[in-house]
């Protein structure tokens, strides 16, 4: 059997050939050309073989696959990484920084909503004091926290939208 098929010049690295009867970009691998249907390869086989070859040839043609008639796109490079905080200031817009106090007033919201299950009145009378006692603390430590990270730069003015676009 002949294996005049098996050539293929390695050394160039094109993914798509311009098919030679169409002139239309097709993947170079392909046993036809996708648009006009021109048989590039012999058969099926020599293609495959020869798409083996030309890819075991570089590292970086290990991604490429035989019906590709471009590079693969490499997936880091489409990664954008935004820096949210930075955008926000950029534009004026104040986000509050992370914090742990809401989910200590989530808890003593629990608390709260056990106390409102029709059980033993005791009980429930002791649930809803845990809760409000969580909940109270928490949003004192959440506007203790607040205080901390932005003091107050202008004391005059305390009016509405206290943190604003001073910052
Ligand atoms: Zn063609």
């Known amino acids: 059997m002949a294996q005049a098929a098996d050539y293929v010049d390695t050394g160039n690295p094109a993914v798509g050939i311009d098919c030679p009867r169409c002139g239309l970009l097709t993947a170079r691998f ?16 020599a293609a495959a073989r ?33 820096d949210f905080e930075e955008r926000a200031h950029e534009l004026g817009i104040h986000i509050f920084p992370p914090s742990r106090w809401p989910f200590l007033v989530c808890v003593g919201l629990l608390f709260l909503g056990f106390a409102a299950i029709p059980i033993n009145p ?22 203790q926290e607040d205080v901390k990270i932005f003091p ?6 305390g009016g509405p939208g206290g943190h604003g676009p001073a910052h």
């Not at 392909?30 to 086989?45: E, M, T």
């Not at 005791?122 to 506007?143: C, E, K, N, P, S």
């Open 30 to 45: 392909g046993w036809f050309c996708r648009n006009c249907g021109f048989r590039l390869w012999p058969n099926a086989k």
């Open 50 to 82: 020869a798409y083996r070859t030309w890819r075991l040839t570089d590292p970086a043609r290990s991604r490429v696959h035989q019906w590709d008639d471009l590079p693969p796109i490499d997936e880091g490079a489409q990664i954008l990484v935004v």
């Open 122 to 143: 005791i009980v429930r009378i002791l649930l809803a004091v845990i809760g409000i006692v969580f909940f109270l603390f928490a949003i004192a430590g959440w506007m």
């Open 152 to 157: 107050a730069d202008d004391p005059g003015d």
